[in-house]
């Protein structure tokens, strides 16, 4: 036991940190702007659903030029200047008093946004010892996890008691608390230079090939994550669970705090296929549960078994996708596998969207269990049955 490679160094826990507060600035903003754009701008709810879509696609487009960059200039470098950007963008939100105004600056903070994620995902995969890097990943995830659940709580309620002047203020010093632990982390020279390469700039630079199988299940199944950050807690006020729908996230979030030293350690011992079948069907199993709720028992335990079979499945694919890459195309792999998993996310906003205005809600999530289901079929075409592929016509050439 003392002979393992230690995983909670100084470099972990400040990209981490970093991490945790990138995503809580995320969140405090993502729950209280619409609202801010149509109670104090008074724009229409399709410009203040704006508000997100800009930030996320500019996410989107700048994360793999983010990590065609970190393949050129380093990822310590990257993280800096993305860190900085996302922290100086965070105190203009104070001063526009239009939607344009305030859609500018959600661009630049979702490129700063983009390029910062990608960055900690490439450091991370980086610094965590190879034998532990499952284990490692899960507990980077759940910094995001954290910021998920903690994230809604502050700024909502810092609107409601004091107004949306303090909660700029508030997520102006958690920006600039990601930059100040971001700042913390240090990377070997040698390590950095290593990382430098004089690539052609290309379309075909701007992702890696290696990750985008596994990142195609996980923007497939983002869709249905997606269901459940729109409209759980819209779910839970139809069937009268309204009292228990913010504690939805916290249970996610406790069994993942709870389950992560076990699934970590089983992924790095045992493989993704042992870890990933189970999570699927726990899923699916959770989506029939929260589609049957009829009281706080049901609609919890559901939040519990989601918790345990997607919030270990997301780091199980990111973990997938950093190892099916050269050590250093990780940041690329990193961009890559985010960009597509957002694009899932995007997209399943907008589709969701469309699929609750013709349907029940209860039959809208049974149905998720369903897709889920197929989820699990790509993961076996896209990744199972690839690997296996591929092992097999390595041993064929090594016999020839």
């Avoid at 800009?54 to 970190?70: E, H, K, Q, T």
């Avoid at 983002?222 to 819209?234: D, G, H, M, P, T």
């Avoid at 990193?334 to 995007?346: H, K, M, N, Q, R």
């Avoid at 079929?377 to 090594?398: I, P």
């Amino acid at each position: 036991m003392s002979n393992k490679p230690k995983l909670w160094t100084k470099n972990f826990i400040g990209i981490s940190a970093s991490n945790f507060f990138l995503f809580l600035t995320f969140y405090i903003l993502l729950v209280t702007l619409p609202s801010y754009a149509l109670n104090e701008l008074h724009t229409s709810a399709s410009q203040a659903g704006l508000m997100t879509t800009v930030f996320l696609l500019s996410a989107i487009i700048s994360r793999p030029l983010a990590g065609n960059w970190l393949e050129r200039a380093g990822n310590k470098k990257v993280l800096l200047t993305a860190l900085i950007l996302f922290a100086a963008a965070a105190p203009f939100y104070l001063f526009p008093k239009t939607t344009a105004g305030f859609l500018v600056i959600r661009l630049l903070h979702g490129i700063g946004f983009g390029m910062a994620t990608t960055a900690a995902g490439a450091i991370v995969a980086d610094i965590i010892p190879f034998s532990r890097r499952g284990e490692g990943m899960g507990y980077f995830v759940l910094s995001t996890n954290m910021a998920m659940v903690l994230g809604p709580f502050v700024g909502l309620m810092t609107m409601q008691q004091w107004g949306t002047k303090i909660m700029f203020i508030i997520s102006i010093a958690v920006a600039i608390g990601a930059l100040i632990t971001g700042l913390s982390v240090k990377l070997p020279k040698q390590e950095q230079d290593e990382q430098k390469v004089a690539a052609a700039f290309s379309v075909r630079n701007l992702f890696e090939l290696s990750a985008v199988p596994i990142a195609i299940v996980g923007g497939f199944l983002a869709i249905v994550y997606s269901a459940l950050l729109s409209f759980v807690s819209i779910y839970a006020a139809q069937i009268h669970l309204e009292h228990v729908s913010s504690l939805f996230f916290v249970i996610y979030a406790v069994v993942l705090l709870i389950s992560r030293p076990f699934t970590g350690k089983w992924l790095d011992l045992y493989g993704p296929n042992v870890i990933s079948f189970p999570c699927l069907i726990l899923f699916a199993i959770g989506m029939v549960v929260l589609s049957q709720s009829n009281g706080a028992f049901t609609f919890l335990l559901s939040a519990g078994l989601i918790g345990l079979g997607w919030g270990t499945l997301f780091p199980t694919f990111q973990t997938i996708a950093i190892q099916n890459a050269e050590p250093r195309k990780r940041g690329l792999a990193t961009a890559t596998f985010l960009s597509i998993y957002d694009t899932g996310i995007a997209f399943g906003s907008f589709l969701v969207g469309i699929i609750a205005a013709k349907m029940e809600y209860s039959s809208m999530y049974f149905i998720c269990a369903f897709y889920i289901l197929i989820g699990a079929g790509l993961f076996y075409v896209l990744h199972t049955k690839r690997k296996a592929t591929t092992k097999a016509q390595s041993r064929a050439q090594e016999i020839s």
